[in-house]
C-alpha cells in the first residue's frame, strides 16, 4: 500500500456518508431537504426547501397545504431510497479515490512519511473518527511498508 493509497483511503473515510446521519437530517429537517444536502443532491434538495417555503407562506391561501403535503409525500418517499443513494454516492467517492490513486506516480516511501501519517492516523483515533483496533491495523500497515 503506498502513502497516496493510505491518505485516499483515510480521505474516503473522512468523506464518506452515513446512512445514520442521512436519517437524522431526513426526521428532523426532511422538508428542508436538508438530507438531499448531505447526500450532495443538491437540486432535489433547493427544490424541496423552495417548495416548503412557498408552502407555508401560502398556507393561509389554502394552496400553500397542497405544497406542503406534496412535500410531504416526496419526503417520505425519500426515506425508502437513502440507503441507495448513500450507497451510490460512496461508491462514486471509492471510484473517484481509486482512479486519483492510479493516475499518482508512485512514490519512495520515508521514515518522513511514517511520521506524518503516523501523526494523522492518531489525530483520526483520538477525534473518533477510527476505531482503536482500525487504528492498531493501519499502523502495523504502515510499519510494515518501512521495513
Known amino acids: 500500500m503506498t502513502h497516496d493509497n493510505t491518505q485516499a483511503m483515510m480521505a474516503y473515510d473522512a468523506r464518506k456518508k452515513s446512512i445514520a446521519v442521512a ?3 431526513w426526521f428532523f429537517l426532511g422538508g428542508l431537504g436538508a438530507h438531499n444536502f448531505y447526500l450532495g443532491r443538491n437540486g432535489v434538495a433547493v427544490t424541496q426547501l423552495i417548495l416548503m417555503i ?12 397542497f405544497l406542503i403535503g406534496g412535500v ?17 454516492s460512496n461508491m462514486a467517492l471509492a471510484a473517484q479515490f481509486k482512479s486519483n490513486a492510479a493516475a499518482a506516480p508512485a512514490a519512495r516511501f520515508t521514515a518522513h512519511d511514517l511520521s506524518a501519517e503516523m501523526d494523522a492516523l492518531l489525530a483520526l483515533k483520538n477525534s473518533g473518527a477510527i476505531t482503536e483496533a482500525e487504528y ?11 521495513q
Open 54 to 65: 412557498l408552502g407555508v407562506l401560502t398556507a393561509v391561501l389554502v394552496v400553500g397545504l
Open 136 to 146: 492498531e491495523d493501519k499502523r502495523q500497515a504502515l510499519l510494515a511498508r518501512l
Open 72 to 88: 410531504g409525500i416526496w419526503v417520505l418517499i425519500d426515506a425508502f431510497i437513502i440507503p441507495g443513494t448513500v450507497e451510490r
Open 23 to 25: 436519517y437524522v437530517l
